[in-house]
């Protein structure tokens, strides 16, 4: 006899299989299977998820803190700004006399790095500088400098000093820390550390100047700008014609329109050479004036310098995503601007846009991003 007539009519079913006892155990079984799957994506992609969590929470600080407060018409900083970082491996084993260095970045015809070492049980945290185009014997550079040495949220430490450099070498803190604090700094056993330098004037250094505008002018100009002691002979009928600020200055109703002499406050003298050039015709914007040229340009509303220095921006400069979205905000160019957010196609991107920290940043800027990162997170 069979199995089917011992058990019973024949149904085509597994008794062993088949069963509603053994089609629970099935069904369990995949629901801890499935359970497990999606415990482990979780833990592929915990990093990536808290990192959008992050940048997302930021920006809509931003966004909530924005709508608060009134646009500032004063430019907050001198426009030279550059952030520098370095990772310091296996920190933990260094001993006194072991430094670690960065590698050298070009900024404003300067090479900078960063250099982090042992002295004595203390931390040392510098930062040096070379000249590398230097226009007379004498240079000078005045900046703030802002040192970060990053951990987690409850132990980055910052400290902040202005320094004016005049010879080559290391600038900053010899006992930065205790040595013996470095473990609350690692993260998995690096030390990470950035400094963020505003360069607030600099002497000494330039480009060979493509026109004059010293006193050998002085027959074919009818004003005399000063710029830290420097004079330009200019014509007062031109300068109008390109900025609304010089055709009111010289042409309304205020006493310098009558000055044969007149000063200008707070700009540099390398900066203003450059504008006047431009604005003359020449070609001065290169990657180390459109900064300075911009500021100006901006400052004195020229529209035709704001172009094209906006046009080298978006055509030729070689400068980072932050840093041309940085002069887009506080220049107000919007075609720069969204080129910028358009090349934003990863979460690393925003991560340097976030880390930068633009304090120039608008709302639709901060939106902008954060549905970039909303949208990234969906993929």
Known sequence: MTDNDEGGPETGENPETDSPLNKNEVLGKLEILEKLVV???EKISKSHKRKL?????????????????PKLDKKLDSGKCFVLKHVVENAEDYGVGDW?????????????????GCERDLISFNVRCKPIALVGDYWSIEAKLEFRMMGNDYSTVTKTMIMCFETEGRYGFDNFLEWDDIDYHLIDDNLNVEVKVEILTMNGFGKKKIRDFGESQKDVSDVV???????FYVLKMFLALQSSYFKSLFFGKFDESEMKEIKLNGIEIDDFQNFLELIHGESSIDDDTVTGIL???DMYDAPTAIRRCEEFLLKNSEKTIVQKLQLALRCNLEDLKSTCLSEVTTISDIESIMTADLFEMDLSTSQALLQ????FSKK
């Open 39 to 41: 415990a482990e994506t």
């Open 53 to 69: 969590d992050e940048i997302s929470e930021k920006l809509q600080s931003m966004e909530g803190s924005m709508l608060k407060i």
């Open 100 to 116: 670690s260095k960065s590698t050298e970045e070009e900024h404003f015809n300067v090479k900078w790095n960063i250099e982090v």
């Open 225 to 231: 700008l000063v710029v830290q002691d420097t004079k």
């Open 295 to 297: 500021q100006l340009a």
């Open 372 to 375: 970039k990162s909303i949208a």
